[in-house]
């Protein structure tokens, strides 16, 4: 143990006044809430938080549903004195931090602070209207948006009302943002009104920078105390060396499992030929004839050279594919010559030319990563519904770039209900770009092997690997005591053909004997549709399919009507929160394992298994974990509730896999008896059926 010093004692006098601050913080923030209480894992996460603002250390936090997170990292943010940056997932969470925690935060905390902080929503530029697209003459011409003499009430004409609209609100509004446009309008519309990051020319090049709508919420962000934000747009930030988020002292990522999946879709690029297309029609008032042909021509050849080809990972680009990407390459860079240097705002038709230009770089940037063939790079073709083909580049992993950027110049605090993958945050750890043996984890014993080395005098550039520490403060809740895990062990393996007779037989038995109560989380529309047909025909239940409503009323019927079921795929996993007797019993119809020819997936399995390891056990299988105990974590969403989580998938039992993906999950009661679940289910039904009668 290291001598204590006038130093150390010091610091240690000024953590334990910190901790006493966010005590009284904290106590405050409970105090504004009705029937708040004091949670023991609430306290402990903001104590750990206030700890590693104190040390420098980066923390992973697991938080179980129930522990009320917001208010553990948000009070020990208020109380740092500096900026801080939150960031989330899911639009739900965002809008909860703003419109509901944060309000009331702020209030009840200012008496003990001696002030009122303040807090902001940053959004990415798509969210906020343009006010360049929205000035007659500046929106692309074959849109023919503003032409007032359209009379016949076609989609083109409905797109040009709603636009209209756009236009007239957008004059009044003080924000721009899409959120506050009620009525909304549809994603079609907002397109024409909205402009792509990779397409804005930045305020000091365009006329309308001043009154920019994206610039003001930047600007208001900049003076904020809090600044809530989402993943999207920090992996834009840190793909673009940190120059859209105002600097802060403190990054908390609410929802952390999500944050590589986020990152990998803002290092991914598109390109299909309409892409370049509508680059040649925008160079239309600004090069010869010959330039524009040439870059029209070089997307005919792209498209022709699609249409021939199959969908899937490309190792290796095929010879007419390499020659089709070299030609658009070369008449970019040539229109992209043509059109000059920087255009000033105050020049003849800025916009449309700066438009042009950012257009041209991009597809430059895109078919330049596609040609070089890097082994860091996965490239593939796709096909997706309604759509033409297209080519897609991404990193192989993210996790480098995590490391070398998320870490540094802030504390980061992780957080989630899903980080201890298998009981263990190295997983996690590692995808985020931190090397395990830098880190303290409960099951090392707050030892820490390896100190990180400090960078040699003349490397002074260099930054050590970060510390961090991993915690996992529980839940509230008495999981063994208010939730069933079921596995359908005798069950067939799940094929490929949706859900087996035997399966459906199966979901029949549950949802019968729980009296509906249901939610069914599927791993395809077919498997889910199958599943309705079959209980719409075998019970009277009702039965709600996704796709039949909205979700969010499909959500509330079930959440209000007794006895409903609610079935459906990917939305439903995540943000479902019905407390209460009106969800008892979710099904899961097979572990979620990312599909094997996804080309994402296939690569980093394969990458894993060239380098001497298991591919599967890798990727596919945290994958899975992460997803099924996002699905687990629909049963049991307050104290009162009981019910029973069944996954109609032996492999969850039987495989060499299946006790990892049980131990990343709520630690239920576990059984695999047919007899004994439908007896817990029935128990469960009788009770919210006296309970619903004597209320």
């Known amino acids: 143990m290291p ?80 900026r801080v940056v939150v960031t989330t997932a899911t639009l739900a969470l965002q809008a909860q931090l703003v419109n509901h925690d944060l309000p009331r935060l702020v209030e ?15 959004k990415g530029r798509h969210h906020y209207a ?56 549809d994603d079609n519309a907002w397109r024409q009104v909205s402009m792509p990051a990779r397409e804005c020319v930045g305020a000091a090049r365009c006329p309308f920078g001043e009154d920019c709508f994206a610039e003001a919420a930047r600007a208001k962000a900049r003076q904020a105390d809090i600044v809530v934000t989402n993943h999207s747009l920090l992996a834009v930030d840190l793909l673009s060396a940190r120059h859209i988020v105002p600097e802060h002292a403190l990054l908390v990522v609410d929802e952390a499992h999500e944050l590589t999946d986020r990152v990998t879709s803002a290092a991914q690029a598109e390109l299909t030929a309409e892409l370049i297309s509508r680059a040649g029609r925008r160079l239309r008032a600004f090069v010869d004839e010959k330039l524009r042909d040439d870059v029209e021509g070089s997307a005919d050849l792209l498209e022709r050279t699609l249409d021939g080809m199959r969908t899937g990972r490309l190792e290796r680009l095929p010879e007419p594919l390499y020659d089709a990407l070299f030609l658009v390459d070369a008449s970019a860079r040539a229109a992209l010559e043509a059109l000059g240097g920087e255009v000033g705002p105050d020049e003849a038709d800025a916009v449309k030319r700066n438009q042009a230009k950012q257009s041209l770089t991009g597809l430059v940037d895109t078919v330049e990563r596609l040609l070089q063939q890097s082994d860091h790079d996965v490239a593939w073709l796709a096909r997706e519904d309604r759509r033409p083909p297209a080519l897609h580049v991404a990193p192989l992993s993210v996790s480098a770039a995590l490391g070398s950027g998320l870490f540094r110049d802030r504390v980061v605090v992780a ?22 043996e830098y880190g303290r984890t409960p099951d090392t014993n707050d030892v820490r092997p390896v100190e990180p080395p400090e960078p040699d005098d003349d490397d002074s550039d260099v930054q050590p690997p970060p510390r961090w520490r991993a915690l996992d403060v529980g839940s509230p809740f008495d999981y063994p005591k208010q939730g069933i895990l079921y596995v359908a062990s005798r069950l067939p393996k799940p094929g490929m053909s949706g859900l087996s007779d035997a399966a459906q037989r199966e979901l ?78 979710v099904v899961i119809d097979r572990l979620p394992f990312p599909r094997p020819d996804e080309p994402l997936t296939a690569a980093r399995s394969k990458a894993v298994d060239d380098a001497g390891g298991s591919g599967f056990m890798a990727v596919s299988v945290p994958a899975a974990a992460i997803r099924l105990a996002q699905g687990a974590g629909r049963l049991i969403r307050a104290a009162g509730d009981r019910g029973v989580v069944a996954v109609l998938d032996p492999r969850l039992h039987n495989a060499r896999y299946g006790e990892f993906i049980r131990r990343t999950l709520p630690p239920f009661w576990y059984t695999t008896s047919p007899d004994v679940v439908r007896g817990a289910l029935t128990r469960l039904h009788d009770t919210a059926v006296t309970t619903s009668a004597s209320a």
């Open 508 to 585: 029949i038995e549950l949802v019968t004997a729980a009296g509906g109560r249901a939610l069914g989380l599927f791993s395809s529309r077919k498997a889910a549709t199958t599943a309705a047909e079959a209980l719409r025909a075998a019970t009277d239940l009702p039965v709600l399919l996704q796709g039949d409503d909205s979700i969010h009323l499909l959500v509330r019927r079930f959440r209000e009507e007794p006895q409903t079921c609610l079935l459906g795929v990917a939305s439903l996993w995540q943000g479902v929160d019905v407390p209460g007797d009106a969800c008892q019993l």
């Open 415 to 436: 957080a989630s209900a899903t980080l201890a993958l298998g009981g263990r945050f190295n997983t996690v750890a590692r995808s985020l770009g931190l090397e395990v």
């Open 3 to 82: 001598p204590v010093t006038e130093a150390t004692g010091a610091t240690a006098t000024r953590d334990a006044a910190d901790q006493r601050q966010t005590d009284a913080l904290l106590a405050a923030a409970i105090g504004a809430v009705p029937g708040g209480m004091d949670r023991l894992g609430q306290r402990t996460m903001a104590h750990a938080v206030t700890e590693a603002v104190h040390t420098g250390e980066h923390l992973l936090v697991q938080a179980g549903t129930g522990t009320g997170k917001s208010l553990a990292y948000l009070v020990p943010a208020l109380a740092t004195g500096k």
């Open 130 to 185: 343009c006010l360049a697209r929205l000035e007659p003459g500046v929106a692309d011409e074959d849109e023919g948006l503003f032409d007032t003499d359209t009379q016949w009430l076609g989609a083109a004409g409905k797109l040009t009302q709603q636009v209209t609209r756009v236009r007239e609100w957008a004059q009044e509004s003080d924000t721009g943002d899409r959120a506050d446009l009620d009525p909304g309008v």
């Open 108 to 122: 009840a905390v200012a008496p003990v602070l001696g002030r009122t902080p303040t807090f902001a929503l940053l």
